[in-house]
């Protein structure tokens, strides 16, 4: 089943008629265009800026072991049994350090319990840590088609614009 963007958002996405004005290899290029744009006095409102070309990119960050696995556990256990102990001392007339103390335990130990077993369920497939993202490699500038031509007139004022001759 594939997503797709609620009508509300697509609706502040739209362009009636969207021809491209440029193609750029980076964001930053891209965003300086419609800021010169902006700059010219030019309605941008008629514009969007769409990364094209996707790529998932994933950085390793680290090997996964069990002592790291364990330790990443415990410190979300903490954060749990504090949260926890919180709350129950709003119910609990006990002292309140020990109720801290106690939930911050239990926390660390069910979560490390956890932490671990979910760990060893991999099978050793994913040994590492890592953090990915999804990056466009393009960025197109589009703009809507009645006002194609005077953005690409005042675009060609930008040196090094790269206004899209094909367009």
């Known amino acids: 089943m594939s997503q797709s963007v609620p009508p509300v958002a697509a609706g502040r996405l739209a362009l009636e008629f969207p021809q491209s004005l440029a193609v750029y290899d980076d964001y930053a290029a891209a965003q300086k265009a419609v800021d010169f ?3 010219r006095e030019f309605p941008v409102q008629n514009c969007m800026i769409v990364g094209t070309e996707l790529k998932q990119v994933e950085r390793i960050t680290g090997r996964r072991t069990y002592p790291k696995v364990a330790a990443a556990g415990a410190a979300s256990g903490v954060w749990l049994g504090l949260f926890l102990g919180l709350l129950f001392s709003f119910f609990v007339e006990e002292d309140l350090l020990s109720i801290l103390l106690s939930t911050v335990l239990l926390g660390v130990a069910f ?10 369920a991999t099978g050793g497939r994913r040994d590492f840590s890592s953090v990915s993202t999804v990056v466009a490699t393009k960025y197109e500038v589009l703009v809507e088609h009645k006002h194609a031509g005077q953005a690409r007139e005042i675009l060609a004022e930008l040196p090094g614009a790269l206004p899209n001759p094909f367009a």
């Open 37 to 39: 744009l902006s700059d």
């Open 111 to 120: 979560s490390v319990v956890w932490a671990v077993l979910g760990y060893a």
